[in-house]
Every structure is written in C-alpha cells, then in structure tokens.
C-alpha cells in the first residue's frame, strides 16, 4: 500500500499503515476514523481513497462513523483523470458484480446521508456532481425507501451519460449475469435512443466509446449491410477529434473491424485516410460476415425463446413428449452435430442426463475430441469441493493444507495421490463405448504439442478440434451443438422447431448465457452453445481467429484465450447473434469422491514407519467420515 505523501499538511507516514492494520484486524469504523483524520490533514490527498473503499465494504452493518462524513463526500464527488476509475464507485460495482445484494445493502445505507446532502445541494439549473449520478447508477437496486425515485434515477442518467468518461462507462452497464442489479441502466439507454439513427444523429452528441457501448447492450448492429458510407461519416469525423484519446480510437477501430467489409472500397479509402492501421482494415475486409438480411432486428427486440411464458408451455409440453412418446408431433425431428469438447470428469453421469432429457429430441450424431486425464479435481487448499468421501476428512485436509501448504502436505501423502488417480484416464475405445460417437478423439495433454498451453488455450483449442470432426464427416445437419462433457442437463424450455427456424433465418447462436457485458469485457456462456453449422463454424473458430483480432489494438479485445470473451468477440466481429438457450442445467459433475476404504489404505501406506501427529488426524478424519 502507498503511504500518504510526507509534506506539512499530511498525516504522519504511518498513518495509512495503522488504517491498514485496523482493517486487517477486522475493525473497519476504528479502520476508517484513522483514515477520515488523514483526509482532514490532507483533504486534496486522494491516497487514502481506496483504503477508505475497502473498508467501507467491510464495514458492512456496523457503518460508517460520523467522523468519515467528510471523506465519504470526497469520494463521491471526486473527478479523477483520464482514463482512471473512480476509486469508490468502481469498488462498489466490483463487490455487487461479484456476490449479493445484502453484502452491500448496509453499505448504500451508509452512503445515502452524504447522497441525500450532495443531491439536494445544487440549485436550478445546476446538476449534482457526476459521481453523485454514477454512484445511483450502481447502487439504484439496492437504494432504501425514501432515496431518489427510479424516474429520477433515469432523469440524471440520461441528462449526464453523454459527459460520462470511458472509464465511468466500465462500472454500471453490467447486464451479463447482473441485470437484476443493472438492467434498468441499460433501459434508459435503450428507451433514450430506440434506433441506431437515433444514436447517430450528430445531435445525440455520443462518442465513439458510447456508440459502442449501446452496441454491445443491445441496440446493434449500428451499421447493418449496406450502411458503410455511414459509418465512415460516423468515425472519419470523429477521429480528427480523438487523436489523443486512446479509448475514442481504439472504439473507433472496434467498429471498424465489426462493419467493414469487402466490398467497401469507397468507405475503405475513407478510414485510411485518416491514418488506420493497414492490417486493420485488411482484416475487416476479409473476415466473414452473416448478415442474412439488410436490416437484423435489434437484439433488445428479437423474437426471444425464453419469455416466462413461452418457457413455461414449451417446459410442460416437452415433459408430455418425453412421458408419452407418442404424443409427438408428426415430422422430422432435427439432425444434430453434438460436439463434446473438454475433460470429461463426471462424463458418464452427465450422459445419463442428456440420454434423458437432450437426445430424444433429436437425430443426434456425437463427436467427442478430448484429453486422456479426466480431471478429477484436485485437493486444492482453496477449493470448496474436495475428492474425498467423507466431511470430516475434506475439513481435515483443509485445515491441515493451510497449516502445512497444500504442494507439502501432497508432497508426504504419495499414495493418497496416487489412489486419486485410478479411474482418471480414458482411451478412445471407452468414449466411443459410453457416447456411442461417430467419431472420437482422445490426446495426452503432456504431449510436447501442447507445452504452454493455458486451460484457456485448451478449451479453445477443443471446441476447434471437436467441430472439425463434425465438418469432416461429410454428413449434413441442421443444427450443430457445442457441450461440455461434465454438464449435467435437465427439461428444455423451448420448441425445438422453434429454434431451428430462428437459426435457420437469422445469424444467431443459443448459449447458456448470451452476450452481455461485465465491466467493459463483452462476454457469452462458454459451457453449451447451439445454432446452424455456419454460425457454429464462427463460434469454433475462436481458436484460429483470436490471434487476428488480438493484434489489431481493438477496444476491451485481449491478446491471449479467456474464457467467455475470446467466444463472445469471435462471435460478435462475425456478426453473429448470441442469445440464452432456455435449457434448465444442472450441476457440474465431477468423478466420484474417493471412497473411506481406498482412502485408509492409501493412508496407511503413506504412514508406514512414520506416524506422525499429521498422518494420525488424517487417520482419525478418515474413520469419522
């Protein structure tokens, strides 16, 4: 942690320290009075802020002390440079993207005096701060009763979104998995600019990082086939005016490299012009587009296989069907490429579940390309869920591992290890057995071929191999489905027609999460995905394709494999559509635990000739179960 800065207006060098240690010590309020006296020595000192952030989260119920009024007021209304986040308010969305809305309900309740004060300080026609907004923005789901209205909320949103910097546009837009927090966000800006023409008009007075925000929330495509004349009116301009702002240029060069194509001779000579990179613009013009019409409707307003309702009927429809076959209706049922990709863990029990409620609606064809080891978990420290039977052991083993160090305490058990091993390899004639697949594929991960590989670089590399099987076989199918090996799958919650008229009509794929963004990454599920073979080659081709697209400086685009993105840009460049497939799924599963009984042996063995305090607790948890 920096310490304050040492001058006569500053709190002595060890003050941060000492807030540190109070925090450390779970004692937040005595944390922040330490913290809210060194903002009074220094009030234009802004070290203190992220310290003050942390311990306002853990703080939690017990508040915040009075003393901290004024610091908290600074925090809010702080206006960092460039390209920084604001230090309260992306802690805050930070916390709420990643866990529940009672880990900061107190927390909001702490801030709301100091946003009540800020709110109703200015007069007509001045505006509250800009972080007083953003800070509504991010909380709006969990303010108290008495707080700003949402119609107030909405009001503040949209008179300050065209002022909000690209780092503010990061905290409260996150709708992937957090709409229930966020959503009404991305409602405003939807509601405020229903068209693409809406947001263009040069009176919206949007930037290039804002227009690629409302793209990638919903309102895209922004240019659809035959509108490359206006994007180039739209970023020709605008780029004489960015030159310095890295985020306006690489937003510039995102939308570029999603609606340029080929045949943009005229809008292509335009953009280069204005100095874009070459490779840029020769790689937008040679990457496959699926736009299969002039106009695709908006993301926000496409037919949806997933409304309550429709879910509802098609779920108690397709459990008739699956209890009484017969009740069917007449016709061909789809054919389906079902490409499974990744390490197999629980593989066999998962198939049990697809037998019974994914298969029979279908002709389905499996292709399998996985990894010899199947990759039961291993007894990390950190993990929740260990493979040993019994309660007493897992907690034994925990503790002992934080005590010891998780590689020590593997280090003296061998044949524990060892025994965890038995039953984690599989060879190509076993999957063939179990899947009855066309065709599958099993490769030893610690061939030299895939020295360096990340778990990123080998899911990507599966999904590739395993749709490659698929192309290969010359066989013609309607739908091609990507699922992991280890998901356990229950009743699906739409039409089956239903949805292979949608990926027949429309460049869209059905995954178990749709686009959506979590701070500024554009991410979709990367567990099942589904849709016709052209989109799914888009999809599997994340592998080959993530290097072109990682080299071109693109906005929130990563050099490397991660998981949700590298999919979710792949798709997205291509224009294709990602939606939420409304398929009920069940847990991820994992090979049985190892038993009491292979776990004494093995303990046993490990003992031999040393019993020590360690070997006897292990024995002891083994027996209690």
Not at 260 to 271: M, N, S, T
Request: proline share 8%; aromatic share 6%.
């Amino acid at each position: 942690m920096t310490r304050a800065a040492a001058n006569p207006d500053s709190a002595p060098p060890d003050a941060l320290d000492a807030a540190e240690a109070a925090l450390a010590a779970g004692e937040p309020r005595l944390a922040l009075t330490r913290l809210a006296r060194l903002h009074a020595r220094a009030p234009t000192d802004t070290t203190p802020f992220d310290a003050a952030a942390r311990t306002l989260v853990a703080a939690g119920a017990q508040g915040a002390p009075a003393e901290a009024t004024d610091l908290i007021r600074a925090m809010i209304v702080h206006e960092p440079g460039p390209g920084h986040p604001r230090t309260l308010h992306a802690r805050l969305a930070r916390t709420l993207n990643r866990s529940t809305a009672d880990t900061l309900r107190p927390v909001t309740a702490a801030l709301m005096p100091a946003i009540t004060a800020l709110l109703r300080a200015p007069e007509p026609p001045t505006e509250p701060p800009t972080g007083v907004v953003l800070l509504l923005l991010v909380l709006r789901s969990l303010l108290p009763r008495g707080g700003p209205s949402q119609a107030e909320i909405s009001r503040l949103h949209l008179a300050r979104f065209t002022r909000f910097t690209s780092a503010d546009l990061a905290l409260p837009y996150s709708v992937w998995s957090r709409a229930a927090y966020f959503g009404a966000n991305r409602d405003d800006l939807l509601r405020r600019y229903p068209t693409p023409w809406a947001a263009l008009a040069p009176e919206a007075g949007l930037s290039l990082r804002q227009l690629l925000l409302l793209d990638q929330i919903g309102l895209g495509p922004l240019f659809p086939a035959g509108a490359e004349d206006t994007l180039a009116d739209t970023v020709v301009p605008r780029l004489a005016q960015v030159a310095g702002n890295p985020d306006e240029v690489r937003a510039a060069r995102a939308l570029v490299m999603r609606y340029l194509r080929a045949a943009d001779g005229a809008a292509a000579d335009r953009l280069r012009a204005t100095g874009l990179a070459p490779a840029l613009l020769e790689t937008a013009a040679r990457w496959s587009r699926h736009d299969r019409q002039a106009v695709v409707v908006p993301r926000a307003r496409a037919p949806r296989l997933d409304g309550l309702v429709r879910r509802a009927v098609a779920s108690g429809r397709n459990a008739l069907v699956l209890a009484t076959p017969a009740l069917a209706r007449p016709g061909r049922k789809p054919r389906i490429a079902l490409c499974v990709s990744g390490q197999l863990r629980g593989y066999e029990r998962a198939f049990e579940t697809w037998k019974r409620a994914l298969l029979p609606f279908g002709e389905f064809d499996i292709y399998v390309h996985t990894w010899a080891r199947v990759g039961r978990a291993i007894p990390q420290s950190g993990r929740k869920a260990l493979p040993f039977e019994g309660t007493a052991f897992r907690e034994a083993w925990w503790r002992l591992s934080q005590q010891e160090g998780r590689l020590a305490l593997q280090a003296r058990q061998p044949h524990l290890m060892a025994a965890l091993e038995v039953g984690n390899t599989v060879d190509a004639a076993r999957v063939r057995a179990v899947y009855g697949a066309v065709e599958a594929v099993v490769e030893d991960e610690r061939d030299p071929r895939f020295n360096g590989f990340t778990n990123q670089d080998k899911m990507h590399y599966k999904i590739h191999a395993a749709a490659n099987l698929a192309e290969r076989s010359g066989r013609t199918y309607d739908l091609v489905m990507r699922l992991r090996p280890d998901m356990e799958v229950k009743l699906p919650g739409f039409s089956w027609s239903a949805l292979r008229r949608h990926c027949a009509m429309q460049p869209v794929i059905f995954a178990d999460l749709g686009f959506g963004l979590n701070d500024e990454w554009l991410l979709i599920g990367d567990m099942m995905a589904i849709g016709a073979p052209e989109t799914m080659r888009v999809y599997a081709s994340t592998w080959t394709r993530t290097t072109d697209i990682g080299a071109l400086d693109l906005f929130c685009v990563p050099g490397h494999f991660v998981g949700h993105v590298s999919l979710a840009q792949c798709c997205w460049y291509a224009g294709v559509d990602v939606r939420i497939l409304p398929y009920s799924r069940g847990q991820l599963l994992d090979l049985p635990p190892l038993s009491r009984d292979a776990m004494r042996q093995a303990l046993a063995r490990d003992a031999e000739g040393r019993d020590d305090p360690i070997d006897r607790a292990l024995a002891t948890a083994a027996r209690e179960g």
